[in-house]
């Protein structure tokens, strides 16, 4: 059974960070790309970062270049997005997707509540 599970949301001020968690099971991780989204109040999901199962690096939207690390540790079926310098428009639902070989989307966690404000 494929399993896909975020962690890591909360509420934090403007200009904190947080680290967000996905871990995936019941699929070969290291054979999937993966990518976070979110989804904001009243709006569409939209991609944030992905990474291939190819390699280590990052793809990122343009609203978060520079500030949001996406990464992965295929050892712990994990996948990461550390979060910094985090403002009010960050605020979303958070999710995970582990996209096998030749699909457009994949399996997709429950989402993690992100919440900046003071």
């Known amino acids: 059974q494929v399993r896909v599970v975020e962690s890591g949301g909360g509420l934090v001020q403007p200009g904190g960070s947080l680290r967000l968690s996905c871990a995936g099971s019941g699929f070969t991780f290291s054979d999937y790309d993966m990518r976070w989204y979110r989804q904001a109040p009243g709006k569409e999901r939209e991609l944030v970062a992905a990474?291939?199962?190819?390699?280590?690096?990052?793809n990122y939207a343009e609203s978060v270049k520079g500030r949001f690390t996406m990464s992965r540790a295929n050892a712990k079926n994990t996948v990461y997005l550390q979060m910094n310098s985090l403002n009010p428009e960050d605020t979303a639902v958070y999710y995970c997707?582990?996209?096998?070989?030749?699909?457009?989307?994949?399996?997709w966690g429950q989402g993690t509540q992100v919440t900046v404000s003071s």
């Open positions: 990474i291939s199962r190819y390699s280590g690096n990052a």
């Open positions: 997707n582990a996209v096998p070989p030749g699909y457009a989307h994949g399996y």
